[in-house]
C-alpha cells in the first residue's frame, strides 16, 4: 500500500499551511497498524487539504491514497477516511482536480457499498450523493444498496445521499415514490420525502410535501427522528436543501437545516405566498444520537 506515494513531488505542491511535503507522512499513519498515532491523522488532513472548504493542488494527489486506505479491510477508522473524502467532494473552493480525481475513481467508491462494515457503506453513499455528475452511474448502485441494506439507520443516511446526488429520472423518482408509500417509519418516510422532493422538485407528491411541511414545523422532530451517530447523512440533506415550491399553493417547504457539527436539526416552516417567502424559525432541542 501507498507503494507510490513517494514519487509525488509533495514538496512542489501546496496546502493550506504552504508546502505540502507532509501530506506522506499524515497518509502513511492512516495507513498504520498504531491506533493512536491513526487517529490524530484525519484532522491534520482537515487542516491541510481541506481545510475550511478548500482543496489544493496536492488534494488531488492524495485522493487516490485516501480511497486506497478506505478500500483496505484491514484497517481502522475507514468510514472517517471517507468522511473526509466526502469533504474533499462537497468543497467548492479552490482547485477543481480533487474532484476529477474522486469521479475518475468512482467505481472504487461504489465499491464500498458493498463493505461488510455499516459506517463505510454510509459514508461511501455520502461520497458518492455529493458527486452529482455520477448520478447516471452511481444512483442504480445507491438505490441497489438501499433495497439490501439491513440496518434501518444506514438504510436511511444512504437514502438522503441518493437525494443529493440528484437523479432526475423518471426511473428514479418512481422508486422513491413507491418507497415513500410503503414506508411506515417515521426517520424513513423523512429521508425518502427529503430525495423524493430533491429528484421532482415542484412535481414532488401532495402527500411528501405535506409531510416535510409537518416535520419542519415540528420542534421535537431531532428527538424522534433519531439522528445517526455520525454526521453525513442529515448534515448532508441539510446542506444541499430539498425546497419545494409548488405554484397555486401557498406552500413552500425547507427540511431541517444541521450544517454545524452539533447538528443543531429543524428549523422551522417556510410558507410560500405569491412570489416571496418568509420563514419562521423554531429551535428544538439537540438531536439524540443513537
Not at 213 to 232: I, K
Request: hydrophobic share 40%.
Amino acid at each position: 500500500m501507498l507503494e507510490l506515494v513517494d514519487s509525488i513531488p509533495w514538496h512542489q505542491l501546496t496546502h493550506s499551511q504552504g508546502e505540502a511535503s507532509d501530506v506522506p507522512m499524515h497518509l502513511r499513519i492512516l495507513a498504520s497498524v498504531r491506533s493512536e498515532e491513526r487517529r490524530r491523522a484525519p484532522s491534520e488532513l482537515y487542516l491541510t487539504i481541506v481545510h475550511q472548504g478548500t482543496v489544493y493542488d496536492s488534494t488531488a494527489y492524495a485522493v487516490p491514497f485516501l480511497i486506497e486506505i478506505a478500500s483496505t479491510r484491514s484497517l481502522g477508522m475507514r468510514a472517517d477516511v471517507l468522511v473526509l473524502v466526502g469533504a474533499i467532494a462537497e468543497s467548492r473552493h479552490g482547485s477543481p482536480a480533487p474532484r476529477q480525481a474522486l469521479v475518475a475513481r468512482a467505481e472504487s467508491i461504489v465499491a464500498l457499498l458493498l463493505d461488510p462494515e455499516m459506517l463505510v457503506r454510509v459514508a461511501a453513499a455520502h461520497v458518492l450523493g455529493m458527486l452529482p455528475e455520477l448520478a447516471p452511474r452511481a444512483a442504480p448502485q445507491l438505490r441497489r444498496s438501499i433495497e439490501r441494506e439491513s440496518d434501518d439507520l444506514a438504510r436511511d443516511g444512504m437514502m438522503l445521499s441518493l437525494g443529493s446526488i440528484k437523479d432526475l429520472e423518471v426511473e428514479n423518482i418512481l422508486w422513491l415514490e413507491d418507497r415513500f408509500r410503503s414506508s411506515t417509519d417515521h426517520r424513513a418516510r423523512f429521508a425518502v420525502s427529503v430525495a423524493l422532493a430533491q429528484a421532482a422538485g415542484d412535481g414532488t407528491c401532495e402527500a411528501a410535501v405535506s409531510f416535510l411541511a409537518q416535520v419542519c414545523a415540528d420542534p421535537s422532530a431531532n428527538s424522534t427522528l433519531r439522528w445517526p451517530p455520525m454526521g453525513f447523512g442529515w448534515r448532508d440533506a441539510a446542506s444541499t436543501g430539498a425546497r419545494i415550491c409548488r405554484k397555486g399553493r401557498r406552500a413552500c417547504i425547507a427540511h431541517p437545516v444541521a450544517r454545524s457539527a452539533r447538528r443543531r436539526g429543524c428549523r422551522g416552516l417556510i410558507s410560500c405566498g405569491g412570489r416571496t417567502c418568509g420563514r419562521v424559525r423554531t429551535e428544538p432541542p439537540r438531536p439524540t444520537i443513537g
